[in-house]
Structure formats: C-alpha cells, structure tokens
C-alpha cells in the first residue's frame, strides 16, 4: 500500500517535472560565472560515491566529477556547492534550476531522456545489478540461476525491486523478496542470515561486503541482471551548459588515457604529441577552449584540480580506497573497458 | 502558656522507638517492593534472570570491547574484515563517533565559524536556565530577552552576513544543531498559536471558528512527512524557474505550523475540563473576555495540560528526523549519512552510531520530561494526591 502511494505520487511529481521542463533557464554558464559556484547534486549518502568525510567535506566518485566541472570553469575545484538530493527529488531538484547539474549514480533511460527533460552527458561508470550470496550457507551455488525459492533482501523504492522481479519472472524461479526501507537495515538483515541473497547495484555490493561480520564468506555472483549506465545529467535545452559538462567528462577520460596525471600535467604541457599539446591547450592559436565558453587551458585546469578519470576512479572506489572496485567496464577502451572519449580536436 | 508544675505531664517528649528491624532498612524495602507477594517474587526474579542475561553483554559491548580511539575503518574491524581486531570481536566503535563528533553536532557549518553555533548556544542557556528557576527574580525581562532579543541574536550569528560575519547557508546546516533549531523554533512558535487556535475554535464567533477548525483539521489529516515531501518536491515547480526557497525554512514553517496544530488540541483539552462556574463568576466579578481568558481561565487550563504539552514537545523533537526526506541533515540524519562514509563502514559502525544518535535523543528528551514533572508538583495545587 505504502508503496503504490509513492508510486503515484511519483508520477504525479514526474508529470510536474515534464510540463516545467519547458520553463528553465536557458544560459546555465554565464549564470554559473556570474554566482561564482557550481551547484551540483549529489547523492544524500552513497559509499565511493558521495560522502562526507571526518571533516564534512564531500567525497567521492560523483562528487570529483562536480569538482572537475567547477574546475573546468574557474580553475577551482572547490568552487562548487553540493545538494544533497534523494531518489525522489533529484529531478525536479534539476528542473527546478535549484541545481546546474546532477552527478547522483543516475541510471540514463529513454525515459528520464525523454519524459523528464534530462540530457544526459556520457556514462562515468557501467554499473549493474547484481547477487551476493553466503557461501558458507548455500555452498555449490555459483550462479543466480541456482537461487530457486531463495529469499532476498533488497531495498525498496528503485528500480532495483523491478529488475529482480523481472529476472526472476523470465527465468521461471521462486524467490521471497524481504524488502527493507533502510539500507543498513537490509545489511543487517542479510548479515543475520534472514535472507539468502542480497540483491543492488554492483557498486553496491562492495560496499555492503565492508561492513559484513565475514566478508570472505560471501561471494558476488556473476550474472549481471540489469543495465545500469550512470550518467551525470544537465536540463534539456541548454546545449552550451551541456557541452561543458559533456567535454568535461571526455577531459577526464582522454587525459587517462593519453597518461596525462595530476602530478605530471605541467611536464606534459611541454610534450611533443600533439594530441597532448591540443588536449592541455599548448598548441599555437588554438580555439578549442574558447570554442566551449572556457580558457584554452580548461583541461590543465581540470586536472590539476582533480586528476584525470584513472585517478578520481582509484581514489574513490578503486584500488586506493576500502571499497577496492575493480575497473571492468569502466577501464579504457584500450584496456578491454567501455570508457571511449571523443577526441579534442 | 506553659504549665511545668504538673506532675504528671511530660516535659519533653519520649524518644521514637526504632521501627521493628523488618520494617526498615535495605531488607523491608526489598520486601515491600520486590518481594510483597509470591508473583512479586517470581516477577523479580525473573528480571533479574533477564538483567543477569544481557546487561554483562551490554557492558561488554559498549564499554571493555569497545575501541576508543582510531583514525579509519580498520580499527573497528576484525582481521577477517580487513582491519585489526581478533576475529569474533564484537564492540562499539566509539572511535567513529569520536572522529565525527564535530559534525553531529554541526553538520557541515564551515569549521572556522562553529564559534558562533556556540555562542548562540551559550546565550540561549544563559536566558533559558534562569527563566526554568523559579525563585530568579525578573522573570518578564528574561522572556523578554529570550523571546523578543534572542531570536535576532541567534538569526545574525547563525546565518551570518550581517556585521562582518560571513553569511552560512542553510544547506550546510545540520546535525545537533539542525534538531535543536528546528524544535526550539517549533516549540516556541506552537505554543502561543496553540492557545491562539484553542481559543478560537471555542469562540463564538463563527468566522474565526470556521477558520480555527479547517486549520487545525486540515492540517492534522495530512502526515508531516507529505507536507515535508510536497514542500520540499511540488513547492519548487510552482515557483518560478530559478527562484528557489530556503528548504531549511520551509522545514521550520512546516514543523511549526504542524506543532501548532496538534498543541491547539491539547489547550482545548485543558479549556473543556475548566467547570462552567469559572466563566460565570468571572463574569459575575465583571472581567472583560481577555481578562477571564488571561487571568482566570488559561492558568487553569494549561496547568492541567503540561503533560500533554510536554508530550506534544517531546513528540515534535523527534519528528525533526523527518527532514531527512527533503534532504536536511538533523542528527540522526547525519550519523546515518556518515554510515555511507567507506573509510568507516564495518560492521560495528552503524549500531554504534545509531546507540549515539539514541543518547543524545533520550538526554533531551529525558531532561523536558523531568522538569514537566518538576513543574507539574510545583503547580499542582488543587489536585494534589
């Protein structure tokens, strides 16, 4: 009951949002130059992702990519305030122009492109749902397909339910859903063993496995049930805002690839390759910074400011942090991932 | 006048018998009190099974488990877990309330400016406990200052941008102090609109009735969470494109008006129970309506309600959670919020955490609760048991 009342509220919200999507304001850039800040949404809570530090300071995946666009502009990362939003209102948060952009681990859909008036700028990290069984208690299972009858914790409120559900339908199995409101509450649920497997995001699972009493007991099993592409996302309607935020994220993942780090860009400004020159600006009467409504050195700004997408990715969620993601997908093209800039030229 | 030359009156009198030894001391009131009955007995002893069971783990988990002090993760973690604890080790994770103590208490209010939170704190007290006292004198003045002064005070240290401070939004507000602004606001709002619609909704006159009713109905049939929910999500499609509204004050707005609403019920319970001939002879002395109402009926009124007003203040300090829907952070919001922090997540985190946010609830909750009954015996001249 409770969640058909979100249900229909959600619509109704969604509605609302489509019909004001018409009505936001046109030139993001110069009212972000003229306020001096960034305002970009993030996630209230996520591991890796968003996060507040000992400090208070915001950290994370999502929140460098804020960083890097604020840096991209003004040369600053710490020219950018957060918002934090929930599942619920961080649409109508962008609509609302209440946020110049929205980096919240956003899956990008038809119909969020659509009916909700986002763009979506480039997927930062291919995520996807997955299983995380205890193979102590159900020991021989080694695929999702095993789990017939098997009761499972997952959280309600995101498409997270829906995906289970459906697998579970187009495979003809039994489950139980035990579905849980809070995440640590379904945590600890499944770490007393009141379900035999945890379903969310993958990203997800890594975190969870931190905070479980025996973490090498559990294994994260490898069908992939959904397709989860996060996207930072801007308003429709707004092409020179977008293309910032867009060429900002193919920075990051073009100064990985051609080896361009934070520690040495300012070597790297002086190279020979003339891709590196174009990308960091060096090159003689160049426009392309310009082009965007920056500096010519808007890439040597970014990285300097956060580091190219290797680095944020390693600090955050990958190998450097508690949470130790490995990249996947998500590494370079040239490294059999999926991460494919355009090129600056 | 005294009469010392009869011989048989005593001069002074006897010394008290001592109570016989069963009826005093340690062992008559284990009798009187755990003891009195055979199912008193059984009862006693089976709480004390039930003590006996849990209170050793209790202990052992938030005291001599417990580790103290750490910088990361690692330290609230067992081996296995990927830290340094034996395995099996179960125990708070106080270094985690340690490490983030600053912003439970202040959110993310910039760190070189956290002067002012305590400073506002430090003049909210020193008005507040004076006015609690009974016996300190100039008590007008100190509501007065602390009602009429200190609101100006607070608004200027806290939100800054006037006399050189440096303006803090809102949104970087939050913790202990977010709880505490959100019900003292709530609190102080609510009360006087409370005897207000109380007041009205049993007026004669029928507008102000009419009105009275549809708000206090109104407004008791919707759940805070949907007014939070509507003005945090609907609100802002309704405004113009760019112009946003402060949510934290659309949060206090919402509280206040909901304590309001409740808090009016709870006055007219105390104005139904005043007996007709109250009215009468204060009609009969020829006090105008706001003087019966001020000097003859309110005082009786609210003297009877005091455990329900500090039920309904009670009540709305922990409603203040709430507005982690819309994405404030009140205490329990930012410890929960912490949960997702990676360097800290074990599985110690958040049931520590949550144990803290717990406290500090229960600390304030229990301290409006005593002074209500502190307040009700002192005021509880005519119903005294």
Known sequence: ?345 | MEQTNLAYARTEMAADERPPSKEQGVVAWLRKNLFASVPDTILTLVGLVIVAMILPRVIDWAFINAQWTGTDRSYCATVAQGGIQPDGWSGACWAFVGAKFQQFMFGQYPIDQRWRVMLAGAIFLALLVPLLIPSVPRKLLNAVLLFGVFPFIAFALLVGGVFGLPFVETARWGGLMVTLVLSIVGISVSLPFGILLALGRRSKLPVIKLVCVIFIETIRGVPLVTVLFMASVMFPLFLPAGMTFDKFLRALIGVAIFAAAYMAEVVRGGLQAIPKGQYEGAASLGLTYWQTTGLVILPQALKLVIPGIVNTFIGMFKDTSLVAIIGMFDLLGIVRQNFSDANWASPQTPITGLVFAGFIFWLFCFGMSRYSIYMERRLDTGHKR
């Open chain 1, 1 to 345: 009951m409770k969640n058909h009342v979100k249900a229909i509220l959600g619509a109704a919200v969604l509605g609302l949002a489509a019909s004001a999507a018409s009505v936001s304001s046109a030139d993001t850039l110069s009212d972000v130059k003229a306020k001096g800040f960034v305002q970009c949404g993030v996630n209230t809570g996520l591991a890796g992702f968003s996060a507040p530090d000992d400090k208070g300071e915001w950290k994370g995946f999502d929140v460098d990519f804020c960083r890097a666009v604020a840096s991209a502009i003004f040369g600053d990362p710490s020219k950018v305030k957060f918002t934090p939003t929930n599942a619920k209102e961080r649409f109508t948060a962008l609509q609302s122009g209440e946020i110049d952009l929205l980096a919240r681990n956003t899956t990008w859909t038809l119909g969020r492109d659509t009916a909700l008036g986002l763009t979506f700028v480039g997927v930062n990290y291919y995520d996807g749902q997955g299983f995380m069984i205890n193979a102590k208690k159900l020991p021989g299972v080694t695929s999702a397909l095993q789990l017939s009858g098997a009761s499972v914790c997952v959280q309600s409120g995101t498409t997270t339910e829906l995906n289970l559900a459906d697998y579970f339908k187009a495979n003809n199995l039994e489950y139980n859903p035990v579905v849980f409101e809070k995440l640590e509450e379904a945590n600890a649920a499944y770490d007393s063993g009141r379900c035999d497997a945890y379903t969310t995001d993958q990203s997800g699972l890594y975190s969870i496995r931190l905070t479980l009493a025996s973490p090498d007991d559990h294994i994260v099993l490898p069908e992939i049930i959904s397709k989860e592409p996060l996207a930072p996302a801007v308003r429709q309607g707004d092409d020179k805002w977008f293309n910032v935020v867009k060429w900002t994220y193919n920075a990051l993942v073009l100064a990985e690839e051609y080896g361009i780090t934070q520690a040495n860009v300012d070597e790297m400004k002086s190279s020979k390759n003339p891709d590196i020159q174009r990308v960091l600006g060096a090159e003689a009467g160049t426009t392309l910074g310009t082009g965007l409504g920056l500096d010519n050195d808007w890439v040597v700004k970014i990285i300097k400011g956060v580091g190219n997408y290797g680095e944020i990715f390693d600090r955050n969620i990958g190998a450097g942090s508690p949470l130790k993601i490995a990249r996947g997908l998500n590494a370079l093209w040239t490294k059999g991932g999926l991460q494919y800039a355009m090129p600056i030229r």
